[in-house]
Nanobody
Framework: QVQLVESGGGFVQSGGSLKLSCAVS????????MGWYRQAPGMERDLVAT???????HYADSVKGRFTISRDNAMNMLYLQMGSLNPADTAVYYC???????????????WGQGTQVTVSS
């Protein structure tokens, strides 16, 4: 059974930093794209950043230059270093594994339970 467990969230003042971690168990991470998403109260879940198995990254415009996504396949870990945080970054942050399961391109997504990040002004 695949499980994703996020950690590292918390309460931080505007301008501060946090590092989120996501531990993946029950599967080996090799060819998957992984990502961080966030959901603020009353809002849709939005993409924050993704990283492919080859290390290519993509960021939402709102976090470019402030957040850095990274992964450690050997340790089955995903990270999100967040800096220059502001109240608009307040949300529950979710870890995601996006896996292609057959040559036809069918995909399965795995999600963690989320970790709360609260940024005060």
């Amino acid at each position: 059974q695949v499980q994703l467990v996020e950690s590292g969230g918390g309460f931080v003042q505007s301008g501060g930093s946090l590092k989120l971690s996501c531990a993946v168990s029950g599967t080996r991470l090799r060819f998957d794209t992984m990502g961080w998403y966030r959901q603020a109260p009353g809002m849709e879940r939005d993409l924050v950043a993704t990283i492919t198995s080859g290390g290519s990254t993509h960021y939402a415009d709102s976090v470019k230059g402030r957040f850095t996504i990274s992964r450690d396949n050997a340790m089955n870990m995903l990270y999100l270093q967040m800096g220059s945080l502001n109240p608009a970054d307040t949300a529950v942050y979710y870890c995601n594994v996006d896996r292609v399961v057959n040559p036809g391109g069918a995909r399965v997504n795995f999600w963690g339970q989320g970790t709360q990040v609260t940024v005060s002004s």
